[in-house]
C-alpha cells in the first residue's frame, strides 16, 4: 500500500493506473477509521481495479472549531486496518497541500438542499464539504466514489454537485453500518461517556418504533411521537426530527404512496452529536 502526502505524487501515481485502463474506486474519510468506514473499502476493492482513501480532517466543514480541535486522529491505526483491507493507496494531505493559504470554501448551489436538516443547524457546512470533495475528485479523478448513506444528505449534496459539474464519477450510497446493538457506527461514538454510550442505541430503536406506526400514524404524530420520547429520555437531547422526501429533502407534511420517505434524527448525547436516518415505508 503506497502513502502519499502531496496532491502531484498521487496524480502521478493514478495517471500511471489510468494509462493501464485501471479502474479507480474511492473513498474518502476524515480518519479515525472503523468498520463502517472499511465496509466502503471492501466494496471499492471488489469492484475497481484500484482503491483509493483519502484521510483528511477538513477544516471547512466543521461550524464548531471545538470539534474540529477534538476530532480523534488515530493514522497508525488508520494504515493498519487499510493494509488489511486490500487499498492501494491512501492520500494524507496537510491542510496547506489542500488549500494553499487560503483556508476559506468555495460557495455552491445544490438546488436547495443545502438548506434542509443538516443545513440549518451547521451553517456553512455544505459549502465545506462540497469544496473539499471537489478538490478530492479533481485530484483523484475516481470513476467511482463510496459514501455511507449515515450522511444521507451529505450524499445527495454530493451527487448534485457531480451532476450540476459534469464530473464522470459515479457516486455510491452505502447501507448505514451499525453495532450490534444498533448504534450507527462514527468515529465520533469513541468520545462517548460510558454512560452516554450505554444510551445511544435508544436512537436506532426509537427510529425502528416511528417507522412501525407508518400505517397508523399521519406525519405529525409520528414527528410528536418521537419528541415526546426524547423528552422522557435524561441522557440523550433532541436536536430535530425530520421526515422528507429522499429525492429533494423538503420536510414531509403528509405521506404520498408515490414518493419514497426518510426520518432523519440529530441527538446530543452529552457533548456529542450523533446522527441517523431510516427509510420509511409509503404509506
Known sequence: MKIFTSKS??????????????????????????????????????????????????????????DLVKYPKTFEEDVKLLESGSCDAVFVPSVDEIYGENVISERFDFDGLEHQMEGKFRDGH???????????????????????????????????????????????GMPIFREEDGLAMSSRNTRLTPAHREAAPFIHKTLKKARKKTGTKNVKEIIEWVENQFKKHPLLELEYFIIAD???????????????????????????????NVRFKNN
Not at 27 to 45: C, R, W, Y
Not at 140 to 145: E, G, I, K, N, W
Not at 247 to 274: C, D, H, M, P, W
Open 9 to 66: 505524487d498521487l496524480k502521478s501515481y493514478i495517471s500511471s493506473k489510468k494509462e493501464e485502463k485501471k479502474k479507480i474506486g474511492f473513498v474518502p474519510t476524515m480518519g479515525a477509521l472503523h468498520q463502517g468506514h472499511m465496509s466502503l473499502v471492501k466494496k471499492s476493492v471488489k469492484k475497481n481495479d484500484v482503491t483509493v482513501v483519502s484521510i483528511f480532517v477538513n477544516p471547512t466543514q466543521f461550524d464548531n472549531k471545538e
Open 126 to 172: 455544505f459549502d465545506g464539504v462540497g469544496t473539499i470533495v471537489k478538490a478530492l475528485f479533481k485530484i483523484v479523478q475516481p470513476d467511482v466514489a463510496y459514501f455511507g448513506k449515515k450522511d444521507f444528505q451529505q450524499l445527495q449534496i454530493i451527487k448534485k454537485m457531480v451532476e450540476k459539474l459534469k464530473m464522470p464519477i459515479k457516486v455510491k
Open 246 to 276: 429522499e429525492k429533494t429533502l423538503q420536510t414531509a407534511e403528509s405521506f404520498n404512496a408515490t414518493k419514497r420517505y426518510r426520518a432523519f434524527i440529530a441527538v446530543f448525547a452529552g457533548e456529542i452529536r450523533l446522527i441517523d
